[in-house]
């Protein structure tokens, strides 16, 4: 169940193609993230980079050049953060992802305070989507054939 909730908060970003994953929980070293200004300090589609995640939000919600340059430092910080907690020893695996699911829902309702009302509804549905996917992984395997990624 812990690494289950680590891994929603850390895909949350990719909260997009995962953001949005959001994505979340490599148990794996990783190095700070000042040192690595452009790499994926996370593995797979979870760890998806700030770059990565809003040219895979341009392309799905069709985002202006404008709102690539107001959600791009939100991903940034949010990974940065997310990175951060995952490095953070002192915390239970539980605080971690409270607090992995708190930095996930506040850069998402940033990310969304950009968005039209129909980029929103289309963001919303992603998410809900990512859920539905980490929840079946979860549950016991791996995401359906037939699902899109």
């Known amino acids: 169940m812990r690494k ?6 850390l895909s949350g970003v990719l909260a997009v193609a995962g953001s949005a994953a959001f994505a979340q929980s490599d148990s ?14 996370m ?8 770059d990565k995640q809003i040219a895979e939000l341009s392309k799905k919600l069709n985002l202006t050049a404008d709102q690539q340059t107001q959600i791009k430092p939100i991903l940034v910080a949010r990974q940065q953060q997310m ?8 915390m239970s695996q539980q605080d971690k992802m409270a607090k992995m699911k708190s930095l996930r ?5 940033k990310i969304e305070a950009v968005l039209s ?7 919303e549905q992603m998410q809900a989507k990512q859920q539905e ?11 359906p054939a037939n699902s899109p990624s």
Do not use: E, I, Y
């Not at 593995?43 to 700030?50: K, L």
């Open 4 to 9: 289950s909730l680590c891994s929603l908060a």
């Open 28 to 41: 794996s070293a990783q190095q700070p993230a000042a040192s690595l200004p452009n790499a994926q300090p």
């Open 43 to 50: 593995q797979g589609h979870r760890g998806m980079d700030p």
């Open 83 to 90: 990175q951060a907690v995952h490095q953070d020893q002192s």
């Open 105 to 109: 829902d506040d850069s998402n309702a």
């Open 117 to 123: 009302d129909t980029q929103k509804q289309k963001f």
């Open 133 to 143: 996917r980490w929840q079946q992984r979860q549950q016991g395997g791996a995401t």
